[in-house]
């Protein structure tokens, strides 16, 4: 198949010309954040305060790296669980969030914000933390350093290989693709 | 009597740590080879050529094959023959840890408190069953466990009367139910009998066998075939997106329980099952 290639950040148009099962290869911005970096964002949007960085247009990885071994970018970085996040995502694509990449489902408040503010959910392939890290070129911390893994990180890719699972009207792979592989 | 120093304890903890998490299992390998020839899906197909391909390069690199590096699980055997010098033996399976997920640049999971959540930064403590054996060797067995999987597993009292077919449909709903976020292809490892806990001691030891290992019990070998079959034509496949790939196998452990229950656990691996074993 036909390999499309996105850049960050994305637009309305972007977001939409891309449907469930493209596979994709993204280069440009994306930003790192999990669990307890979602926990705090979501708590400073409560407060009333800013996020660390204008999500508009932008992308977020669900990942933890590995530390770098000396002279690498970044050590193994394959994606994390979603549904982790999902009762922290809403209030992100409401601020313009255009793409988040993880694994695994989501649920349907996450379509239904997905297929509201316009938005797609990516699978990296999970497991192939060493594979996925040839496409990171630099990785700098900008929020929430005191959080370790778990720290915000910018990252620049390069042809970072994902394949849509959910699109901004909410067709979902996971399902249709099991449906049609299952013995009946 | 035998004299062990537990400097030699750390040294082996160490290594096992840094050395699962970058060099892939000979059993798992095989296993994805054999998935490759029977897989149908184009997409399942690709993803399973890309894991080979991620293992070839976390071993050429050494670097860890999966960002999620584990907690430690450590099951040490130690033969009653056998006298430890040196200092405490569970600080030195700590330390091995330490010195191992620092030398080897690999992630600090671990938080020290379930819900204050601040990292220890060193992913201490880790989780070590101790069992006394005849003999005067000691055996370290080291799981290091993802949580993506570990997430995704479950425990059940089942009754006496639910049976083989009971276990079967609870394995298969844990699994169905677990769909692409263990990433899949999985390992599963299952434990029937004993108490609560011991079924989910069970399940993790089950773990630790290869994926290819099949069960000295003729009755539960058939159960692991069964399982594995039917597991495979959910439908799930590679990372969930559609296949006959599902899991790579499945291990059962059992033990006598009480004549009112029926213990069942399932401990579900990605595919990155990482485990080791040493003799001292």
């Given at each position: 198949?036909q390999?499309?290639?996105?850049t960050?950040?994305?637009?309305?148009?972007?977001v939409?010309?891309?449907?469930?099962g493209?596979q994709?290869?993204?280069?440009?911005?994306?930003?790192t954040?999990?669990?307890a970096?979602?926990?705090?964002?979501?708590?400073?949007l409560?407060?009333?305060e800013?996020l660390?960085?204008?999500?508009?247009?932008?992308?977020?990885?669900?990942?933890?790296p590995?530390?770098a071994?000396?002279?690498?970018?970044?050590?193994?970085?394959?994606?994390?669980t979603?549904?982790r996040?999902d009762d922290?995502?809403v209030?992100?694509?409401?601020?313009?969030?255009?793409g988040m990449?993880g694994?695994?489902?989501r649920?349907?408040?996450?379509?239904?914000?997905?297929?509201?503010y316009g938005?797609?959910?990516?699978?990296a392939i999970?497991g192939?933390?060493?594979?996925?890290?040839?496409?990171?070129?630099?990785?700098?911390?900008?929020?929430?350093?005191?959080?370790?893994?778990?720290?915000?990180?910018k990252?620049?890719v390069?042809d970072?290989?994902?394949?849509v699972?959910i699109?901004s009207?909410?067709?979902?792979?996971?399902?249709?693709?099991?449906?049609?592989?299952?013995?009946? | 009597?035998?004299?062990?120093?537990?400097?030699?304890?750390?040294?082996?903890?160490?290594?096992m740590?840094?050395?699962?998490?970058?060099?892939?299992?000979?059993?798992?390998?095989?296993?994805?080879?054999?998935?490759?020839?029977?897989?149908?899906?184009?997409?399942?197909?690709?993803i399973?050529v890309?894991?080979?391909?991620?293992?070839r390069?976390?071993g050429?690199?050494?670097?860890?094959?999966?960002?999620?590096t584990?907690?430690?699980?450590?099951?040490?055997?130690?033969g009653?023959?056998?006298?430890?010098v040196g200092?405490?033996?569970k600080?030195a399976?700590?330390?091995?840890i330490?010195?191992?997920?620092?030398e080897g640049?690999?992630r600090?999971?671990?938080v020290?408190?379930?819900?204050?959540?601040?990292?220890t930064?060193?992913?201490?403590?880790?989780i070590?069953y101790?069992?006394?054996?005849?003999?005067?060797?000691v055996?370290?067995k080291?799981?290091?466990?993802?949580?993506?999987?570990e997430?995704?597993?479950?425990?059940?009292?089942?009754?006496p009367s639910?049976?083989?077919?009971?276990v079967?449909a609870?394995?298969?709903?844990?699994?169905?139910?677990?769909?692409?976020?263990p990433c899949?292809?999985?390992?599963?490892g299952?434990?029937?009998g004993?108490?609560?806990?011991k079924?989910?001691?069970?399940?993790?030891?089950?773990?630790?066998?290869?994926?290819?290992?099949?069960?000295?019990?003729?009755?539960?070998?058939?159960l692991e075939t069964?399982?594995l079959?039917?597991?495979?034509?959910l439908?799930?496949?590679?990372?969930?997106?559609?296949?006959?790939?599902?899991?790579?196998?499945?291990?059962?452990?059992?033990?006598?329980t009480?004549?009112?229950?029926?213990?069942?656990?399932?401990?579900i691996?990605c595919?990155?099952?990482?485990?080791?074993?040493?003799?001292?």
């Amino acid at each position: 198949m036909q390999k499309i290639n996105v850049t960050t950040p994305m637009t309305a148009d972007s977001v939409k010309a891309l449907k469930a099962g493209d596979q994709v290869l993204i280069s440009g911005t994306v930003y790192t954040g999990r669990d307890a970096a979602h926990l705090r964002m979501i708590k400073a949007l409560e407060a009333g305060e800013e996020l660390p960085f204008d999500v508009n247009g932008q992308v977020i990885y669900y990942v933890g790296p590995t530390p770098a071994k000396p002279g690498e970018v970044i050590g193994s970085c394959g994606p994390t669980t979603s549904y982790r996040m999902d009762d922290l995502t809403v209030p992100l694509l409401a601020k313009g969030l255009k793409g988040m990449i993880g694994k695994g489902e989501r649920n349907q408040t996450v379509v239904d914000g997905m297929k509201t503010y316009g938005a797609l959910y990516f699978a990296a392939i999970g497991g192939a933390g060493a594979l996925i890290a040839n496409s990171v070129q630099s990785s700098e911390i900008v929020a929430y350093g005191d959080l370790g893994p778990e720290a915000i990180r910018k990252l620049e890719v390069v042809d970072f290989p994902v394949i849509v699972v959910i699109d901004s009207e909410g067709n979902n792979l996971y399902e249709t693709e099991r449906e049609q592989y299952a013995t009946k | 009597m035998r004299t062990i120093d537990v400097s030699m304890i750390r040294e082996s903890i160490k290594h096992m740590c840094i050395d699962a998490n970058y060099n892939i299992g000979m059993d798992i390998k095989a296993a994805f080879e054999k998935g490759l020839e029977v897989e149908t899906s184009p997409i399942g197909k690709s993803i399973l050529v890309d894991l080979l391909e991620n293992a070839r390069i976390a071993g050429e690199k050494q670097v860890p094959i999966c960002q999620d590096t584990g907690m430690v699980v450590v099951f040490a055997e130690i033969g009653q023959d056998v006298h430890l010098v040196g200092g405490d033996i569970k600080t030195a399976i700590d330390q091995g840890i330490r010195d191992g997920y620092g030398e080897g640049y690999l992630r600090k999971s671990v938080v020290a408190d379930p819900l204050n959540r601040v990292n220890t930064n060193d992913n201490t403590p880790g989780i070590v069953y101790f069992d006394i054996v005849p003999g005067d060797q000691v055996k370290l067995k080291v799981a290091l466990k993802g949580f993506g999987s570990e997430n995704m597993s479950r425990t059940k009292m089942l009754k006496p009367s639910d049976g083989i077919k009971g276990v079967e449909a609870f394995v298969i709903e844990t699994v169905s139910l677990a769909g692409p976020n263990p990433c899949p292809p999985i390992v599963v490892g299952v434990g029937i009998g004993g108490t609560i806990e011991k079924a989910a001691m069970l399940a993790k030891q089950a773990l630790l066998r290869n994926v290819d290992d099949e069960s000295s019990l003729p009755h539960i070998k058939a159960l692991e075939t069964t399982l594995l079959e039917k597991i495979n034509q959910l439908g799930i496949g590679p990372q969930g997106l559609g296949g006959n790939t599902t899991a790579l196998g499945v291990n059962v452990e059992v033990f006598p329980t009480h004549i009112a229950g029926l213990p069942v656990a399932v401990n579900i691996n990605c595919h990155a099952s990482r485990h080791m074993e040493i003799v001292l």
